[in-house]
């Protein structure tokens, strides 16, 4: 099992990542469509994506490829192996559908938001029925690691903001706003202020955003 693989990214080429190792191999490994975007800044660079590896069959069902899935961290291939346990997803389907970011395809979830999961690649209004029904109530921590683990390339907050992200969250959801909009609210105000610590100070940030 190839759970992590490491070294120079050479190429993207749409959901193809190209990385070539220390020792002369050179491994090609799939990645959703928000990963494609993010790792594009970033050939030429040494990189590390976290796997999944599995043997992809012809429609013969005799004769099988090995294929590795990669992501930037941990939470997002936690996330790929719990979407894929949908009936009528498979590890292909998941790849194509991943066109957004993790915290917002698990708040789309929790929000029971069919409009945006029919948006995303291969799903239907009855596969995003499906989605929800199997998945609502178990997606929450996914939107709360997406949002408050910064990427490389974003600044880090301090100790305590994820914490204070998570309180000024659950504030704004009682407040009635939907989950992927605060979530991208906090995310904007995170972005460009990564050392505020404060739960109610988050929230003004957030309201002013609303209501430019």
């Known amino acids: ?3 992590r ?8 080429d749409g959901s193809k990542a190209v990385l070539q190792l220390d020792g002369g191999l050179t491994y090609e490994v799939l990645v959703p469509a928000f990963v494609a975007v993010r790792l594009a800044v970033s050939v030429g660079q040494p990189v590390t994506l976290h796997t999944v590896h599995f043997l992809e069959g012809t429609s013969q069902g005799s004769h099988f490829t090995p294929r590795l899935i990669g992501f930037l961290d941990v939470e997002q291939r936690r996330f790929y192996e719990l979407f894929i346990t949908v009936k009528g997803i498979g590890p292909r389907k998941a790849l194509r559908a991943m066109s957004l970011d993790v915290a917002q395809i698990a708040g789309a979830i929790a929000d029971r938001d069919l409009k945006l999961l029919q948006s995303l690649p291969e799903i239907g209004r009855r596969m995003a029925e499906t989605v929800v029904a199997t998945l609502h109530g178990k997606v929450d921590d996914f939107i709360t690691a997406a949002t408050y683990h910064p990427r490389k390339d974003e600044p ?3 100790p305590s903001t994820g914490s204070a992200s998570r309180e000024a969250l659950a504030i704004l959801l009682q407040l009635g706003e939907p989950r992927v909009q605060a979530v991208q609210w906090i995310d904007q105000v995170l972005l460009k202020n990564p050392d505020l610590d404060d739960a109610q100070a988050i929230i003004t940030e957030c309201f002013r955003l609303k209501n430019r």
């Open 5 to 12: 693989i490491h070294g120079q990214l050479e190429s993207i």
């Open 156 to 158: 880090v907050a301090g």
């Open 1 to 3: 099992m190839i759970c």
